[in-house]
């Protein structure tokens, strides 16, 4: 029973679901349930994963505007490892976005919204690889592209991403007239032709504290 005790809490945490689709969420909710009903000490570590998975079903049902695109990949998609990661976050930075072409589920930036994406990245940090979004001339857009594209994401939004491991070397495929395809650009590069004075120094700034490299 010691060694079983020693071994379920780190096994707990890896106790996550694959894909975060709804039925997905809703099997390891009732998997980590009936192990709490085991004995006292499960019950007491199975609960806050239990309360986390409750907030993660929320999140997932709030920010589904890449639910079917999401879920297209998964079941066409032969590795894991190729999938291009949870969508939640990009969407909930889409938030306030003014455009005809790309948006979030939600249209107006609050506090909530705030609340939300940091709970979306530490609820499910693998939403900060996600490469489901596209712009205008640019695909493959990840989450830190958009909170920088996207004036309504105020700047330190974009600092508590980079804390949290978004990388400020990161690429964007950005269209070439000239060759009439996309290819590799840094963010920080295409930033510099698109954003306000003020907004790029602040984002130049921070991506520069957390390892930007020329």
């Not at 975060?20 to 809703?26: D, F, H, L, Q, S």
């Not at 909710?29 to 239990?50: F, G, R, V």
């Not at 919204?113 to 900060?128: A, C, Q, V, Y």
Request: contains cysteine; positive net charge.
């Amino acid at each position: 029973m010691l060694v079983q005790n020693q071994i379920f809490p780190p096994l707990l945490q890896y106790m996550e679901p694959a894909n975060y689709k709804y039925e997905e969420i809703r099997s390891h909710a009732t998997q980590i349930a009936a192990i709490s009903l085991t004995d006292k000490e499960k019950y007491k570590l199975c609960s806050q994963k239990l309360k986390n998975l409750k907030k993660t079903w929320k999140l997932v049902k709030k920010y589904h505007i890449y639910k079917h695109t999401y879920e297209f990949e998964i079941k066409h998609t032969y590795s894991l490892s190729s999938i291009k990661a949870i969508p939640q976050l990009v969407d909930a930075l889409f938030t306030g976005y003014l455009s005809n072409i790309e948006r979030g589920t939600i249209n107006k930036y609050t506090e909530k919204t705030e609340k939300d994406i940091k709970s979306i990245i530490e609820l499910m940090p693998e939403s900060m690889n996600c490469k489901l979004a596209s712009m205008p001339d640019r695909l493959e857009v990840p989450p830190l592209a958009v909170a920088c594209y996207n004036e309504a994401i105020p700047i330190n939004i974009i600092k508590y991403m980079l804390k949290k491991g978004a990388n400020p070397n990161i690429t964007i495929q950005l269209y070439n007239p000239s060759t009439d395809c996309y290819a590799p650009v840094k963010l920080l590069v295409d930033l510099k032709n698109n954003l306000e004075k003020e907004r790029l120094e602040k984002i130049e700034g921070l991506f520069k504290k957390y390892g930007y490299q020329d």
